[in-house]
C-alpha cells in the first residue's frame, strides 16, 4: 500500500476547513484566556509612540526625591514639614493638592499641625486611602491616613492593579474601601464626576516628560511668587529609587507612581474612553480568514491576509484618537496564520518535496513525516543496522548503492508491501497496523538471521546485526514518533535482543533530566540563559551601590527553570565551570559599564563550592576582568562559609589568592550553616551576608532583632563590612539601618531585573554633590 498519495502543495477542501477551525479556536482561546497580552503590550505601545502628544500643562507633579531628600533631610520627615510644604504649593497658587503617600500616625504635635494647615483650605487638599493587599488577594487590609489628618482632608482612592509587566494599563473610576464608596485620585483630577468602580484604558500616548514637574526642595526653598503654579492641580509623591513605586509606562520606560497618576488623570481630561475589548477585531480577522479558507480566490488570500495585518495595526490608532480603544491580539494572531499558511502553501510545499527520495537506494525518505505533523492509527517500525556507518566509510562512492541495494532486498523480505522509508545511517522505517505486531515478531526474528549472513560487496564481506524497535503511541504526530522508535531499537541492540516496545513512561524523568544537561550549553549560547541583577542600597545615604549578578534560564518550551534546579544539574555534571565563567563575564562587563557613572559601583558573583577544589576559578576571574577591563577591587565573590570549609585549606588558600588579587569576598547565608567564630576568621572575607530568613523575621521577632544585632557588631569587630538579604518593607530597612547594617537588598529595594535597568538607578556621585 502507498505510504504517501497526497502531492505537494494539494490541499483538500476538508483539510482547509479543519485548520481554519484549529486557526479560529485558537484565535478565540487566546481572546478568552487574555494570553496574547505580551503581543498586546507591544503593539499598545508602538501605537502610543506614533500618537505620542504633549500633556495639558494643567497638572504638576512635586517630587520627593533625592534632591529634596539631600537638602531637607531623609523620609520620612516630621508631619510640620510637610504643613510648610502645603502652605508654599497654595502660596504659589495651586487650586489643589493630591499627595499620594500615606500618613499613618508620626507624633502627635506634628500631626495636628498637618491638620491645622489642611482646614484653612477647606476642600483643597486630598489625600489618599488604599487597600494593603499583601496577606493575599482576597483578604486586604484598609490604609487610611492617622484620623486626626484625615477629619480635614478630602480622601480619595489610589488603588490599581499593577500588571505581570510592572504597570497598568486599566484604572478604575473609584474603589470601594471597607464598605465606602471613594473617588480615585486621577478622577478627581480629572473633575469627573461619577460613582462608578469600572475600568478605563490610560491614554499613554501623553509624553511623561511634557508632565511640568518641580523637586520639593525648589518649592519650599523659593521665594514666594517664583513657583508658578497658578489654578492648576498638584500631585505630591516619591520620586526616588529609594523607594519601591516605580512602575512602567507602555512605550515611554520605567517612571514614579506620581507620573502614572498624572497620566492617568490627563486621560480623563481629554474625555472618558471606551474600551470595546476583542471582539470586534477578531469579528473583522474571522472574516478574512473565512474569505481566504473558503473562498475561490486563491491568489489574493496573499494581499488580502497582508492587509488585514496593517489594517490591525493601524485602526487602533485611529479609533485611539476618537477615545475608543480595541485588543488586537487575538485578531492579529489569526490575520498572522493565514498569511503564513498562504506563504507556505505557495512556498514551503515546494521546498517541501526536496529531499523526498534518497538518491543512492531509491527509497522514500523519512522528509514524508518529518513534514506531517499529523497522527496515524499505525504503528512505526524502525530498524537499526549495526556499524552501518563504519562500513560505508571502507567502501568507495560507487559501491554503497550496491550495499544499501542488497540491505533493502533483505528488509524487503519482511516488510512485504509496505512502504519501507530510508533513514539516516543505516535506519530504516515502516508504518503497519497495529494487529499484525503479533505476526511481525516472527520476521522481526527471521530478518535478524538473514542479516547474520555476510554481506559481499565486490570483494569484501561484511557481517552486520539488525535490531526492531515499536512505537505505539498513535495519539502522538508521526514526526515525533520517530527518535521513539529508533531510541527503543537501540535499546534492544544495547541489551542484546532482538526487538522492544518504546515505553515512555518508564524514562520521562531520565530523558528530562539528560534533556535540561543536554540544553545547558545551548542556552547559554543562544541567550536562553541570562543574568539578572539585583541592586544593593547603600542604607544610610539610600543610594544603589552594587548589584548581586543571578543567573536565570527562560527555556524556550518550558519557560523560565528555577536556579536551584539547573545549577544543581550544572554542578553534579561538570557544566558550573561554563555556567559560571559566562555569568562572570556578564557581570564583568554590566561592571565596566556601570562605572563610568560610578566607579565605585560593585558587581557581586555566587561561587559554587565545586570550584574551590582547583585552580581554574583564579585564572577564570581573570580572564573576565581583562576581557572586560573590569577591576578587581569592584568585584565581590560571594561564597557560604560552609562550602569554603567544606573544601578545607585549598578553597582557604585559594580564597587568600582571590583577595591577594584585589577581588573582595563576601560569606554569604551567614546563620544558615554551622557558622562559627573559628569559620569566619579562617575565610578572608571583606563582607557578610546576613540571610534573607533573619531579616524578614525582624519586625516579629525580638529574638531574631537580638541576633542580627550581635551578627553586624561582629562583623564589625572582625572588619567586614554588613549587607542584608531578603528586605521586603520599609520598616525592615530603617531597623537595619538603625542597627548600623551597611548595604541592603530585597524586593522592597528591586526585585532582580535587566542590566539596562540596573544603569538607569546609579546616581553618579558628582551629581549628587551638587545636588546636595
Known amino acids: 500500500m502507498p505510504f504517501l498519495s497526497v502531492q505537494p502543495g494539494a490541499s483538500a477542501p476538508r483539510g482547509k476547513r479543519k485548520l481554519l477551525a484549529w486557526l479560529v479556536f485558537l484565535s478565540f482561546f487566546i481572546g478568552i484566556a487574555e ?14 509612540k506614533i500618537r505620542a502628544q504633549a500633556a495639558s500643562g494643567r497638572i504638576v507633579a512635586v517630587g520627593l526625591d533625592d534632591r529634596a531628600f539631600a537638602t531637607l533631610g531623609s523620609w520620612p520627615w516630621k508631619r510640620d514639614k510637610v504643613a510648610q510644604l502645603t502652605d508654599d504649593l497654595m502660596a504659589s497658587g495651586a487650586d489643589r493638592i493630591f499627595f499620594t503617600i500615606p500618613f499613618p500616625p508620626l507624633d502627635q504635635q506634628g500631626d495636628r499641625i498637618f491638620a491645622d494647615t489642611i482646614a484653612k483650605y477647606p476642600g483643597r487638599v486630598f489625600l489618599t486611602a488604599a487597600m494593603d493587599y499583601r496577606t493575599g488577594e482576597t483578604a486586604g487590609t484598609p490604609v487610611f491616613p492617622a484620623p486626626i489628618i484625615a477629619r480635614n482632608a478630602a480622601i480619595v482612592s489610589k488603588m490599581k492593579w499593577i500588571e505581570f509587566w510592572n504597570g497598568t494599563a486599566t484604572m478604575p473610576y473609584g474603589q470601594n474601601i471597607a464598605g465606602r464608596y471613594y473617588t480615585s485620585i486621577w478622577t478627581e483630577i480629572a473633575g469627573v464626576d461619577t460613582k462608578s468602580t469600572d475600568q478605563f484604558p490610560v491614554d499613554y500616548s501623553y509624553r511623561q516628560s ?24 498638584v500631585i505630591v509623591g516619591h520620586n526616588s529609587n529609594a523607594f519601591s513605586n516605580f512602575e512602567y509606562i507602555l512605550g515611554q520606560g520605567r517612571t514614579a507612581d506620581l507620573f502614572v497618576t498624572a497620566l492617568g488623570a490627563e486621560t480623563l481630561r481629554g474625555g472618558a474612553p471606551q474600551s470595546w475589548g476583542w471582539m470586534p477585531a477578531w469579528c473583522f480577522a474571522l472574516a478574512i480568514a473565512a474569505f481566504c479558507f473558503l473562498g475561490r480566490w486563491t491568489k489574493l488570500v496573499g494581499p488580502v491576509s497582508a492587509g488585514a495585518l496593517v489594517v490591525l495595526f493601524v485602526a487602533p490608532i485611529m479609533l485611539q484618537n476618537m477615545g475608543i480603544f480595541i485588543d488586537v491580539a487575538p485578531a492579529f494572531v489569526l490575520a498572522a496564520s493565514i498569511a503564513i499558511t498562504a506563504a507556505w502553501q505557495r512556498y514551503g510545499a515546494r521546498k517541501q518535496s526536496l529531499g523526498a527520495i534518497n538518491p543512492v537506494s531509491g527509497l522514500p525518505t523519512v522528509n514524508a513525516i518529518l513534514h506531517r505533523d499529523e497522527l496515524d492509527p499505525q504503528i512505526l517500525v524502525a530498524a537499526r543496522i549495526s556499524r552501518f556507518t563504519e562500513i560505508v566509510s571502507t567502501l568507495p562512492p560507487e559501491h554503497e548503492r550496491e550495499l544499501l541495494g542488497q540491505v533493502v532486498s533483505r528488509l524487503s523480505l ?19 497496523p497495529g494487529e499484525q505486531l503479533a505476526g511481525a515478531v516472527d520476521q522481526f526474528k527471521a530478518l535478524q538471521l538473514i542479516f547474520r549472513n555476510s554481506i559481499a560487496v565486490q570483494d569484501k564481506s561484511f557481517t552486520v546485526d539488525i535490531a526492531f524497535g515499536v512505537d505505539q503511541e498513535v495519539d502522538r504526530p508521526l514526526s515525533h514518533r520517530l527518535a521513539s522508535a529508533l531510541a527503543a531499537a537501540k535499546a534492544a541492540a544495547d541489551q542484546g535482543t532482538c526487538w522492544k516496545i518504546h515505553d515512555p513512561a518508564a524514562n520521562g ?22 543574568v539578572a ?3 544593593k542600597m547603600e542604607l544610610a545615604s539610600r543610594r544603589i551601590i552594587g548589584a548581586e549578578a543571578l543567573a536565570r534560564w527562560t527555556h524556550a518550551t518550558r519557560g523560565p527553570i528555577g536556579p536551584d534546579e539547573f545549577i544543581q544539574v550544572a554542578e553534579r555534571h561538570g557544566r558550573i565551570e561554563k555556567l559560571t565563567a559566562f555569568v562572570l563575564n556578564d557581570a564583568a562587563r554590566v561592571g565596566a559599564e556601570a562605572m563610568r557613572q560610578d566607579p565605585d559601583f560593585c558587581i557581586s558573583v555566587n561561587i559554587s563550592s565545586a570550584l574551590l577544589a582547583s585552580r581554574n576559578i583564579i585564572d577564570m ?36 589568592e582571590l583577595r591577594d588579587m584585589g577581588v573582595r569576598l563576601s560569606i554569604d547565608d551567614y546563620g544558615t550553616g554551622m557558622s562559627t567564630l573559628e569559620y569566619l576568621r579562617s575565610i578572608p572575607a571583606t563582607e557578610l551576608k546576613i540571610d534573607k530568613q533573619f531579616s524578614m ?76
Open 35 to 48: 494570553i496574547g497580552e505580551p503581543l498586546e503590550l507591544g503593539m499598545r505601545a508602538a501605537q502610543f
Open 414 to 432: 519482511g516488510v512485504g508491501r509496505l512502504q519501507l522509508l530510508h533513514g539516516d545511517d543505516g535506519n530504516f522505517f515502516w508504518l503497519m
Open 509 to 530: 524523568a531520565q530523558q528530562w533530566a539528560l534533556s535540561l544537561l543536554g540544553e545547558l550549553d545551548q542556552a547559554i549560547d543562544n541567550g536562553h540563559l541570562w
Open 210 to 233: 511634557s508632565i511640568p514637574y518641580h523637586s520639593v526642595s525648589e518649592i519650599m526653598s523659593a521665594r514666594p511668587g517664583t513657583v508658578d503654579l497658578q489654578g492648576k492641580s
Open 621 to 656: 576571574v581573570r580572564q573576565a576582568l581583562a576581557a572586560n577591563a573590569f577591576p578587581a577591587a569592584n568585584l565581590i565573590l560571594e561564597v557560604t562559609e560552609t562550602a569554603a570549609m567544606a573544601e578545607g585549606r585549598v578553597a582557604i588558600a585559594l580564597l587568600e
Open 697 to 772: 523575621a525582624l519586625q516579629s521577632s525580638a529574638e531574631d532583632q537580638a541576633v542580627v544585632q550581635s551578627t553586624i557588631e561582629l562583623a564589625h569587630a572582625l572588619g567586614m563590612i554588613v549587607v542584608a538579604e531578603g528586605i521586603e518593607t520599609a520598616e525592615t530597612l530603617y531597623l537595619l539601618d538603625q542597627m548600623g547594617c551597611e548595604i541592603g537588598q530585597g524586593y522592597h529595594i528591586c526585585r532582580p531585573t535587566d542590566w539596562e535597568t540596573i544603569l538607569t538607578m546609579i546616581p553618579a556621585p558628582a551629581r549628587i554633590v551638587a545636588n546636595g
Open 533 to 535: 541583577y539585583q541592586p
